[in-house]
């Protein structure tokens, strides 16, 4: 034991913080972008896809950026990368599909009309061989 009293609380107010120096956590965020990211890629085909897609590139963007300026306090910064990654590709994925779609549907309206023509020719009157040699003996009727 030690002879000295105990220090004043005054001693205390100007000592610093202690840190947490455990081990680092992982991003929340980092999670949730790369779980929205891989489930955007099926998803975007329906309407709910593009939700999830801004969402998950949202998240990411937002977890990187909290990663990098946590000090080494927070790791998933591959994670919150991936879940961008992939909330990006369904993006493209899907563009590509819709102009695909669109192309699809100018070649059939660029068709149409040609088919039409040729449905809807006018059909030519059919004479028997009777009228043609009566016709033909007698002169066209005026």
Do not use: H
């Not at 913080?17 to 891989?38: H, M």
């Amino acid at each position: 034991m030690s002879d000295q009293p105990p220090l004043p609380p005054e001693a205390y107010q100007g000592s610093p913080v202690p840190t947490f120096s455990g081990a680092p956590r992982i991003n929340g965020l980092a999670i949730a972008a790369l779980v929205l990211g891989i489930i955007s890629v099926p998803l975007i085909f329906v309407c709910i896809g593009w939700a999830t897609v801004f969402i998950g590139l949202t998240l990411g963007i937002i977890a990187i950026v909290q990663i990098n300026s946590s000090q080494g306090q927070q790791t998933g910064k591959g994670m919150a990368i991936a879940g961008v990654v992939l909330s990006v590709a369904a993006i493209l994925i899907d563009s590509a599909f819709i102009a695909w779609i669109g192309f699809q549907e100018m070649k059939n309206r660029d068709l149409a009309p040609a088919e039409q023509e040729t449905v809807i020719e006018r059909p030519q009157e059919i004479t028997t061989t009777e009228e043609a040699s009566s016709e033909a003996t007698s002169g066209p009727e005026n």
